[in-house]
DNA sequence: CTCCAATAGAGAATTAATTCACGAATAATA
DNA sequence: TATTATTCGTGAATTAATTCTCTATTGGAG
């Protein structure tokens, strides 16, 4: 195998902190000082221990009965995942996906900046999308050096894909975030997550199906 | 820990059989009879015997020297997924991200079937957007008792969320697909899949941020 | 003030997932 | 036809992740 990166924890629990930030940003709301593991933990359908480790993680320490401060912990978590700085990023491909990723206003919470879109298509290129300039894929190289441009996002479709993250590779992009359904090669130092929304469809119909074939069989 | 369910296969790698597909599928394009373990594990920079353990899942049966029957084995994964039968699915929320996934044709390739959308925005109403028509949600208890929905898509905001997956519940649907960052209460029978772009987010901006300071330590 | 119950934290035990190691099969090649 | 390199398949070994167990702390009840 080569795995390109070893980095230090655990890709599961990762996956679990931005959850536990849900929880704690309403709790926030309710005006709640503390929060326990198990409180989590029930409301997320975990272990308390797994809970507690995960937070562990953060570096954050709570008190015995009382649980952790729900403000620290939002901070810790969010320091953690990289979410106190804001980022630059930069969008390619302003169709179905990428027009609805411009619009989620949510992002900007989690330090995402993206201060502008490309896309080939004349028909899209020089509008506005949700407050973001459209431009041409041509004007892309010039710009994501002379701003300097933290993250590329990737929602063209898959033929399209590789060419524009040698774009961004070229540009000095850190990270890329990879919609389209399909491997690239980068090099060692840029960071590629990709998300496949059929990843998590395939998760729901398997367990469906073996829950149905589950059935039968009682 | 309050697991709901247990299901047979290890999920890491019912996540990892769909991207098998994907270059599956290319290689079908291609017109490639057979393909190994080692040629799929290059492409996605996996282990080979990861690689193999997860296909041996699916039943798939191998030639030594040769690899697997691309064909073959692109049914085997379908089947294993549940992606070999249509499944009816209804939409609810046509906002920005109900709109990309309802324009979002390779979903039936997945046996995906999106009959009908809903939402409360009388402005979206009785409109056809890709095809779908969109109908008031009041219409969804008696549409999915009529016709029989397997899969409900939740893409309303999160304080929506909810109220529609009780809507869904009540309509004896069998599985939930929600994009909403809100944990549902749904009976035990009913399977809830979440997609929490977050997450994805998250595991970029914590590896860049642990990749910056692993350089600086350097 | 004392006891009790809830909780954090840390290390051990367990379980799950990945990787290694090797034998058997087989197509290509000499 | 014999040899070789490649690959599957499987069981063992290793590593990673989760869960269990126990101790210490502390706020609140009595
Ligand atoms: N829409 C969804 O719900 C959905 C779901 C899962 C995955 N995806 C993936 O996301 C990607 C985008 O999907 P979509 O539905 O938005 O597709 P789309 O066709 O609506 O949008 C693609 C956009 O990219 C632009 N484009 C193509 N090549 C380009 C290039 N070289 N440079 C700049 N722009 C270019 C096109 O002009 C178009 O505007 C695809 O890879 C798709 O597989 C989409
Ligand atoms: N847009 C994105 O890129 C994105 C990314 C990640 C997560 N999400 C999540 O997906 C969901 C939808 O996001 P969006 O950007 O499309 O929002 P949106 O506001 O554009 O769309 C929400 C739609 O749901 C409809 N709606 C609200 N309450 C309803 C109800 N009770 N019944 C029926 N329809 C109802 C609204 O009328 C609207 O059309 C949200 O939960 C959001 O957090 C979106």
Redesign the interface.
Known sequence: ?????K???P?PS??R???Y???LTRLLRENRLYVSCTFI?N?????PT?VRKDLALTGIVGKPRVGYSVQELIDKIKA????DVQ?DAILVGVG??G??LL??Q??RL???NIVTAFDKDPRRIDKTIFGVDVLSVEKLPNLILRKKI??GIITVGEEAAQEVADLMVQGFI??I?NFA???LIVPD?V?V?N??????????????????TEKDTV
């Open positions: 195998m080569r795995k390109i990166r980095f230090s924890a890709e990762m996956r902190l931005p959850t930030l849900h929880v933990a409301e997320l359908y975990l272990d797994q953690f995942l990289g979410w980022r179905n996906l027009t609805a619009g989620y949510r992002f989690y330090g995402l933290d993250i850190k990270g975030w359904p399909k491997t130092d960071i997550e998300v496949q929304l059929s990843v998590s469809l395939g998760v729901l119909t398997s367990k469906m199906k073996l829950f149905e």
